[in-house]
């Protein structure tokens, strides 16, 4: 029950970490929610688990009534170069009622070493629309989104839709591309392909993803270049004007 | 303040007896039901942390 112990650099990880969560969740939700717990193993490996607290979800409400729970869970070891924290896998789950049983409306899954055709990251709805409709009916007006959708209930319209649900997929940086729906389409759903559909799907993923990185470098150079002299890198600013800001809008933005 | 523990294998396994214990010792029956999402909410919670030993056990070893 403390950072002060042997293993002290995996403890002192497992708490700042839990640390941030608990400060993360307890500064959005108003309806009080109980810190984060980390377990930390002494052994061969350094692994540590970190959850929400009370293990059955942390209870949302909306308008004072409680309405949804929330599961949290990070499993985290060292890197292969034991130098920084790795996330193994995470799972934010989302069900009805303030204690979280049965099935999920929806998750948020991470897996690094996900089965063989299972994106690493990915969302699940399990919800059924009309368990997902019952919880937008009741989301109260005190948001642009829920504004809305009372407006348009109380006018007489039809009863929420799954699709009026936007689920965030990491924002303008990272998200997904055209080539990781192509994959659903024939991994999920058994869309007829050509025999080296892999070779051209990762071939483009990787296009993507080393444009968006040089885009997320402009977000904020400083950091970059922190992490390139941390790898071995010699970089320096050489230019007379001021190093560019970090684009913070973008890397706020949902 | 998040609360952090530091435990043994011995420890872990003994508080996997105790969750085991504590729904009424038949591990195969609460993983056939969470397969059909029909766990009650104290059953979740209790297959989520065995599910948590068993991986940190994995570092144990």
């Keep these: 029950m403390t950072t002060e112990v042997e293993g002290g650099s995996l403890l002192h990880e497992a708490q700042r970490f839990a640390n941030e969560l608990t400060h993360t969740v307890q500064s959005v939700i108003s309806a009080p929610c109980d810190p984060f717990h980390a377990i930390a193993v002494k052994g061969t490996q350094e692994l540590f688990s970190v959850r929400q607290q009370p293990s059955t979800g942390i209870a949302l409400t909306v308008e004072g009534t409680p309405l949804l729970s929330l599961v949290v869970s990070y499993r985290c070891s060292r890197d292969t170069a034991g130098q920084y924290l790795a996330v193994e896998s995470s799972e934010f789950k989302v069900y009805a009622g303030s204690r979280a049983s049965g099935e999920p409306l929806f998750r948020y899954d991470y897996v690094h070493d996900t089965f063989p055709g299972v994106p690493c990251a990915h969302i699940q709805v399990h919800a059924h629309r009309d368990a997902l409709a019952y919880v937008m009916t009741r989301a109260g007006e005190r948001t642009i989104r829920g504004k809305r959708r009372a407006r348009s209930l109380a006018s007489g319209d039809e009863v929420p839709r799954m699709s009026e649900l936007h689920l965030p997929v990491g924002g303008t940086r990272f998200r997904p591309c055209l080539e990781d729906v192509l994959e659903v389409l024939v991994q999920e759903l058994g869309v007829d392909h050509r025999d080296d559909w892999v070779q051209v799907l990762g071939d483009g993923r990787e296009r993507w993803r080393r444009t968006q990185l040089r885009t997320v470098v402009r977000d904020d150079p400083r950091e970059a270049a922190d992490m390139l002299r941390t790898l071995g890198f010699e970089v320096t600013w050489s230019r007379d004007e001021d190093l560019p800001a970090a684009r913070a809008d973008r890397l706020r933005q949902l | ?61």
């Design chain 2, 1 to 61: 303040m998040a609360t952090v523990e530091l435990l043994t294998a011995q420890e872990l396994e003994e508080r996997r007896r105790q969750i085991l214990t504590a729904i009424g010792g038949n591990e195969e029956s609460l993983r056939e039901r969470a397969q059909d999402y029909l766990l009650t909410a104290d059953e979740l919670a209790a297959l989520t942390e065995l599910d948590e030993i068993d991986w940190l056990l994995r570092g144990a070893a």
